[in-house]
């Protein structure tokens, strides 16, 4: 039985989706009763041997810094967004990571998955990881470093292929540890933690949330949230421009739904083979010690067993727009600190007296180049790598087409994208997404695919025959 109470948690549409709001702010002082209780720290030692302090906000939680002679600890409050489950999977699947593999994850000390505890919210008491997250100092680090680290992470991505209880992953899709224990204590996969299942008042529709046994069945089930979620928006159309939005979503969305059939079979058995995947493995989740080296690996709240295909892709720090060419600094603008153009915020990059474009371009060329090493090196440790990346192309961006109609962007553009499909032209996503597709260049276009063989194209094509 799902739990539906989310007291503490509404949701605000500003025009860009839902996004959470707290009603009420953890209680500072019970925090700090918490950590005592569950670090060992007395009431009777004096002040001053435990600190307890906001650190900042994520997505759906906050974050408290905890300080102790003998603990250097971080709390996570979090919201109710999916009650129970959001932080069981997360105290599973970090110990699960961190009892298969070398990957540095927080140790979970504690964590309470109810909301009956003196902060009133669900959280979970984890080591603080030492290091700064990459993003502060990806402009400092060298080539050779940032290569070390993108082979490192390859290393992780192939540990995490065999992190399971099949040899290589898991069955079924799901977030692990959110379904019942089995008598042997091994995590399974449960309903599925995600974003996309729980944002607003999706959380409440009467819909499959897994374990999922396939691709076809979990790509399903996120296609009908969005038919259902427009046909109720085209109801409720208050102007053309609505009308036309709602109609827009829902005719990608069925032209989705009719080529899933063709890509994905809806008969599986055994359930499909899944992996641990980091959904969010970007430079603010990814920290570095003063050398550049991975001190640590964080943001584990979404992470759930995917189909292998989708950790075909690369890591999301990774993935940009392609540049061979390594932009010289001297051929872009220089910008006076003094014209008030410099953004204050205390996150913010300095841009060293260059326009962003510079960095932009800098940041292209250097993923376009590290891409390169992270096959290399998956190639090493999967010898059937380019194999898998090749075969899953096509699979990659039918869910990259599903997201984005989901949120509501690029709508005429998916619709181009299957109907090339379904014409055996083989585009890749991302260009159709950026340029669109012109008649002309759709007539002349015959399937050549960055990322598909012509030995994967024919499978491909057979498939959707």
Not at 134 to 163: G, N, P
Not at 186 to 212: A, C, D, L
Not at 392 to 400: I, M, Q, T
């Amino acid at each position: 039985m799902r739990e539906t109470n989310r007291e503490g948690l509404v949701w605000k549409d500003h025009g860009l989706g839902p996004e959470p709001h707290w009603t009420r702010d953890p209680d500072i002082g019970a925090v700090e009763r918490v950590c005592r209780r569950h670090l060992g720290i007395s009431d009777d030692e004096p002040e001053g041997v435990l600190a307890v302090s906001f650190h900042g906000d994520g997505a759906f939680n906050k974050l408290y810094r905890v300080d102790s002679r003998q603990h250097c600890s971080m709390l996570r409050v979090s919201l109710p967004v999916d009650p129970r489950n959001k932080t069981r999977g997360e105290a599973a699947t970090l110990q699960l990571v961190r009892r298969k593999t070398d990957i540095p994850v927080p140790d979970v000390v504690a964590f309470d998955a109810s909301r009956s505890n003196e902060i009133g919210y669900e959280w979970l008491l984890m080591e603080r990881m030492p290091g700064i997250p990459s993003h502060y100092r990806w402009r400092k680090m060298s080539m050779a470093q940032k290569e070390r680290l993108t082979v490192r992470i390859a290393d992780f991505q192939a540990q995490l292929f065999r992190c399971g209880n099949f040899g290589e992953g898991f069955r079924s899709i799901g977030t692990v540890g959110t379904g019942p224990q089995l008598d042997h204590g091994v995590p399974e996969p449960g309903p599925i933690v995600s974003n996309f299942f729980f944002s607003g008042q999706r959380y409440h529709y009467q819909i499959p949330r897994g374990p999922f046994s396939s691709s076809h069945d979990w790509l399903r089930a996120q296609l009908n949230i969005i038919i259902r979620e427009h046909t109720a928006a085209l109801a409720e159309a208050k102007s053309d421009l609505d009308r036309d939005h709602a109609e827009s979503a829902l005719r990608a969305a069925r032209k989705l739904l009719r080529m899933l059939h063709k890509l994905f079979p809806a008969i599986v058995h055994p359930p499909e083979r899944t992996v641990i995947w980091h959904d969010d493995l970007s430079l603010r989740n990814i920290l570095v010690d003063n050398s550049g080296n991975i001190s640590g690996v964080i943001g584990w709240e979404c992470a759930s067993a995917m189909p292998r295909w989708v950790a075909s892709q690369v890591p999301e720090f990774l993935r940009g727009t392609a540049r061979e060419t390594k932009p010289e600094r001297n051929c872009y603008t220089d910008v006076d600190k003094g014209a008030g153009i410099f953004d204050t915020d205390d996150d913010s990059l300095d841009n060293e007296g260059k326009t962003e474009l510079y960095w932009i371009h800098l940041m292209e060329y250097e993923q376009t180049q590290l891409r390169k090493v992270y096959a290399a090196r998956m190639r090493q440790l999967r010898p059937e790598w380019d194999l898998e990346v090749e075969e899953s192309a096509l699979k990659v961006d039918f869910l990259g087409a599903v997201t984005r109609c989901g949120s509501g962007f690029y709508l005429r553009r998916i619709e181009q994208w299957v109907d090339a499909i379904e014409r055996k032209e083989y585009l890749p996503l991302m260009e159709v997404l950026r340029v669109g597709i012109k008649t002309e260049k759709a007539a002349a276009t015959k399937a050549d695919l960055t990322f598909t063989s012509p030995e994967t194209t024919l499978t491909l094509a057979s498939r959707l025959s």
